[in-house]
């Protein structure tokens, strides 16, 4: 998997196609991870968000209808390239020996 926690993307498809948002979590075992949106406030993007009904427990005192991110397979989102927009990445060695990501379209390092 090529994405890491931090990067931002730009969902392909679903509901929420043309969205962007930070990873939060990686999953790679499951090829999964989860997106929140960007802003601040009620202006705040929410991607991938589905109402869950949730028991009272001890952490959870309330019990209830709450509002979930979920996890979306990598291959429904793109890197955003700072320079040119959602890209693929690649990969190419420094002469130092460092693997670095880099973008298709326009060569630049990630």
Known sequence: MKLKKGDEVEVLTGKDVGKRGEITAVFRDRDKIIVSGRGVGADKQRINVVKK????????MQGGIIDKEMPMHVSNVALVCSACGPTRIGYRFTPAGDKVRVCKKCGADV
Request: hydrophobic share 10%; net charge positive.
């Open 53 to 60: 009904h949730q028991k009272p427990t001890k952490a959870t």
